[in-house]
């Protein structure tokens, strides 16, 4: 009986996993099902189990993480009671709240390690598939228009990066066909970024790559760096001349944005209102920094700055500021700012512990998790990621993700 029961806890806990990831880009909201499936499991598990002492048991680390949610989630209730603001801005970020439980159901289940680097890099092929079909079959001009093309375009590049750390992995683990199997699916998946037309996801794919070739530079033979960069060059020189996805075109847009901003030719561009929207942020703050202004505040004060004449009425016009720093501090004030720092910290802490190790399948899911971490930072510069759902969800669920594997490894060693 209990054999049969792990089995299927087993089976139940990847197949979920795997169905989020691959569901990502179907359709809207899809990314829904696999967390939605996995809290119910958990309720459940909770309700029923002889055991749920022991099992919903949480250690040192899992309690830092619970708190850093915690303290997130509060203080945007904080502001919304004291800024009177609507309780319907609650309901994304109390969700991340449901993914906790989900830990120890991962770990008692046994969340797989071969599964889970398996299942991303598929992913992430799938992902430049739709882009693909999206663009030049369907004729949008932006991919992932289902999941808005700047949050889709974020998150495939993740699933692009991520699969460039897993094609270590094998690599080092002597299974080299697979890891330049997984290799082209990581530029498939960055690939589906560029066709997004998402030009934040590109700032920091430098800065992992460097990150991620670091921490196995010990375990790679000297010839497999030019392997590396010989494939991105070519897919970048390539993607460059057929100026696929029009990123020559997004480039240049970007010149030509700064170029107007700067002799205040034209504010009114998708740069420039960016820049008037942090201007317009940095003024807020500095009026009302500890407790911030609130959701409808800052909005009112943008429209109040835009009949100044300060900033663009384009630039008003916005719900948030396209910085997730800036918009929790403006909105939020320093407070909120210390609690998006602990949901990125906190995690960053956790897996960078776990780096020095022997076992190449902690080191692999440590470096995971790390870049899954800095990536979204990077995200957040010039997007607020966490303003949608399919980014909380992207980013707190892959936590909880990391982390209990994580600790299935562990326990098995």
Not at 216 to 238: C, E, G, H, Q
Not at 318 to 327: A, G, P, T
């Amino acid at each position: 009986m209990l054999n049969k029961r792990y089995s299927f806890g087993y089976l139940f806990v990847n197949t979920a996993v795997s169905i989020y990831f691959l569901s990502i880009f179907l359709f809207k909201r899809s990314y829904n099902i696999a967390p939605a499936l996995l809290i119910l499991a958990a309720l459940i598990l909770f309700i029923t189990s002889k055991e749920r002492k022991n099992i919903f048991k949480f250690n040192n680390e899992q309690k830092t993480l619970a708190f850093s949610y915690l303290f997130y989630f509060a203080t945007l209730a904080f502001s919304v009671l004291f800024h009177h603001g609507k309780l319907n801005e609650l309901d994304n970020p109390s969700r991340i709240l449901l993914f906790l439980p989900i830990i120890p159901l991962l770990v008692n289940y046994k969340l797989s390690f071969h599964i889970l680097i398996k299942v991303i890099p598929f992913s992430a092929l799938l992902a430049g598939v739709i882009a693909l079909i999206q663009r030049f079959y369907l004729g949008y001009e932006q991919a992932y228009s289902n999941v808005m093309h700047i949050q889709g375009g974020d998150m495939a590049m993740s699933l692009g990066v991520f699969s460039i750390c897993i094609s270590l992995y094998f690599w080092t683990n002597k299974n080299k066909k697979f890891a330049l199997f997984i290799l082209f699916c990581a530029l498939m998946g960055m690939l589906g970024s560029i066709l997004s037309t998402a030009r934040g996801g590109w700032i920091g794919v430098p800065f992992i790559l460097a990150f991620t070739l670091y921490i196995y530079r010990k375990k790679l033979p000297k010839y497999f760096f030019p392997i590396l960069f010989s494939a991105i060059s070519t897919f970048v020189v390539i993607v460059s001349l057929t100026n696929t996805g029009g990123i020559i075109d997004r480039i240049n847009a970007a010149k030509a944005d700064i170029t107007q901003y700067v002799s205040s030719e034209n504010t009114s561009t998708s740069v420039g209102a960016r820049f008037d929207m942090w201007k317009a942020s940095w003024i807020a703050i500095q009026e009302k920094p500890i407790l911030g202004w609130g959701k409808q505040g800052i909005y009112d004060k943008k429209q109040e700055l835009a009949k100044e004449g300060i900033i663009s009425e384009y630039a008003a016009s916005f719900v948030h500021n396209h910085n997730q720093f800036i918009d929790d501090t403006v909105k939020k004030g320093l407070i909120g700012l210390i609690a998006l720092l602990f949901v990125f910290i906190v995690p960053l802490r956790f897996f960078i512990s776990n780096l020095k190790t022997d076992n190449p399948e902690l080191l692999c899911l440590s470096s995971l998790g790390i870049i899954h971490v800095i990536s979204t930072m990077f995200y957040n510069f010039s997007q607020s990621f966490f303003s949608h759902n399919s980014g909380n969800i992207f980013y707190f669920f892959l936590i909880v993700i990391f982390y209990a594997a994580i600790k299935v490894l562990k326990n098995k060693n």
